[in-house]
């Protein structure tokens, strides 16, 4: 399996995008935190009538492979997300898309999530 030139990991309530690199390192090259509907665990991002939460983090998603344009991308969030941003996703970024790992909030990390894209350990730095 190829190892994806950036991995963006989404959880209930932040949206964290790493580059990793062929030593095992990574870095955090962004990170956005938004509300959470405490009762259905629902990230409440840029509520509109014309875009539901999924198509903002789509556009936020879409944002960091714009800027960065990632060879292969890997996504990591909760299962029960899994599907329904895949479905808002262009098919041009589903090709680029290694893989989107549906995982228990509790596990959602960025050490576990680059093992399961990479085998190596991850050290996380954070642009200044």
Not at 8 to 14: L, Q, S, T
Not at 17 to 31: C, E, T, V
Not at 51 to 68: P, S
Request: net charge negative; aromatic share 10%.
């Amino acid at each position: 399996m190829k190892n994806p030139n950036l991995i963006i990991v989404i959880g209930y309530k932040k949206l964290f995008a790493y580059m990793p690199f062929s030593d095992g390192n990574s870095i955090l090259i962004k990170r956005i935190e938004y509300a959470c509907d405490g009762q259905t665990d629902t990230p409440l991002v840029n509520w509109c009538n014309e875009h539901n939460t999924y198509q903002a983090l789509i556009g936020m998603i879409e944002a960091i492979l714009d800027r960065y344009q990632p060879q292969i991308w890997g996504l990591a969030c909760p299962g029960e997300m899994c599907e329904k941003i895949t479905g808002y996703l262009p098919r041009q970024r589903l090709g680029n898309l290694l893989d989107c790992i549906g995982m228990d909030p509790e596990e959602i990390n960025v050490a576990n999530v680059a093992r399961i894209f990479t085998t190596a350990p991850v050290l996380q730095k954070e642009f200044a």
